[in-house]
Structures are given as structure tokens and as C-alpha cells.
């Protein structure tokens, strides 16, 4: 699976959008995007995920570039509640029932 | 309500004592998955089950096992070999399906194990 690499951390203001890049440039034409978050002392939860167009649900927006090497996930208006870790992963496609690969992720902290 | 129970919360140990995990699903997943997590790492790949009576070892299944007897069920022990124990630990559950569905994983609320 393709590695992926995100800024360690980020702030961001109560209310305004929240950008987070990953970059995932060795990805190869049949691994999707996903994305989950950690709030601290919970298991991760699953947000969002794509393969090559953009995507948006109930939680935020997936941004996924033409040549597919970079994704940002957007939350449109952080509250408080989305201060968490945020992790980047690229998953084969067929991986069902198979292992995720979580980094570092971004720790994200929105601030009143 | 649908969703993954882990328990307790909080254990402690004496070194040297095996201890079990509880993990529970009612969301009729086929697969599930333990991780291990500590302070500021990623979660890793203890062991994973993708249907009743089979599991793979993951990255880091040293010292630790597992049964999954029942489809609901998948309980962790850590065993005396396993070096380092304390942590934080993760079960999750997910289908399995000709899509990308079993990439979305479910997650417990977690046991925070500290052996003393």
C-alpha cells in the first residue's frame, strides 16, 4: 500500500474550515483514500473516503487531486468536537476484511 | 443500538499474569481486528479474523492470541511472553465485501492495559 505523509500538527479557529493535506504520491490506480479520526483516549472513527473524484457526506469534503498524488480533507465549520488526530490512508482496493495502516496522522486542534 | 463493546475500560495487571480482552459486535460483521496503540504512535496490526474459526497474525501477534468461536466474539489474550504490554488496545470490526466496504472499519471504545 502507498505510503502517505501529513503535517504532525495544525490549528485551526472555531468555525472557519479546516484543511488537512496528505500527500500520497507512489498511489497507484486501484488504492483509494481514506480518511479516520482519533478523538483523544477513542477509537479511531471512519469519515470519508474516494478513489478519484471528489467526495463529500455528512462529516466533511474529500478533496483528491487530478493526478491523484494529493488529497485535503475539508471540514467545512470546525467546532471543538473535531479536535482529534486525523489519519491518511490508502487502501488497495479488495483489501475487504484486510489490515489498515495507520502513520502519525495530523493532530488537529480547534481553537475558540 | 448497533455497534462494537469492549471491556473493561481500564485493567491492571501483576507482570508475569495472562490476561483476556473482551470484544463484542452485534453489527453482523464477518471481520475483526485487534490493535495495539501507544502514547502518540499509530494503532498497529495485532491479529485480524475475517470469518468464525480462522485469524491471521498481524504485524506485531508476538506474545499475544486469540479464538473467534463465535461471530460476535473475538477476545484478545496477552500473554507473559509479550515484553511490553501496557497499552492501549483497539478491536474493530468491518464486512467483508467485493468492495471497498471492509476498509471501513468500526472501532471499539478501547481497554487501557497496565501491567505493573
Known amino acids: 500500500d502507498a505510503k502517505t505523509t501529513q503535517p504532525p500538527s495544525m490549528d485551526c479557529a472555531e468555525g472557519r474550515a479546516a484543511n488537512l493535506p496528505c500527500n500520497h504520491s507512489t498511489i497507484s490506480g486501484n488504492e483509494y483514500v481514506y480518511w479516520y479520526r482519533q478523538i483523544h483516549s477513542q477509537g479511531p472513527q471512519y469519515i470519508i473516503h474516494?478513489?478519484?473524484n471528489n467526495e463529500t457526506n455528512e462529516m466533511a469534503s474529500l478533496i483528491i487531486t487530478e493526478d491523484r498524488k494529493s488529497s485535503t480533507l475539508i471540514l467545512p465549520h470546525a467546532t471543538l468536537r473535531d479536535t482529534a488526530v486525523y489519519y491518511c490512508i490508502v487502501i488497495r482496493r479488495g483489501n475487504q476484511g484486510g489490515k489498515l495502516i495507520f502513520g502519525q496522522g495530523t493532530e488537529l486542534s480547534v481553537k475558540p | 443500538d448497533g455497534g462494537i463493546t469492549q471491556s473493561p475500560k481500564y485493567l491492571f495487571r501483576k507482570e508475569g499474569q495472562n490476561v483476556t480482552l473482551s470484544c463484542e459486535q452485534n453489527?453482523?460483521?464477518?471481520?475483526m481486528y485487534w490493535y495495539r496503540q501507544d502514547p502518540g504512535q499509530g494503532l498497529r496490526l495485532i491479529y485480524y479474523s475475517q470469518i468464525v474459526n480462522d485469524f491471521q497474525k498481524g504485524d506485531i501477534a508476538e506474545g499475544y492470541s486469540v479464538s473467534r468461536e463465535k461471530k460476535e466474539s473475538f477476545p484478545l489474550t496477552v500473554t507473559s511472553a509479550q515484553k511490553n504490554p501496557t497499552a492501549f488496545y483497539l478491536c474493530a470490526s468491518s464486512m467483508v465485501a467485493p468492495y471497498e466496504w471492509g476498509n471501513e472499519q468500526f472501532f471499539g471504545p478501547g481497554t487501557r492495559l497496565t501491567v505493573l
Open positions: 474516494g478513489l478519484k
Open positions: 453489527l453482523n460483521h464477518d471481520a
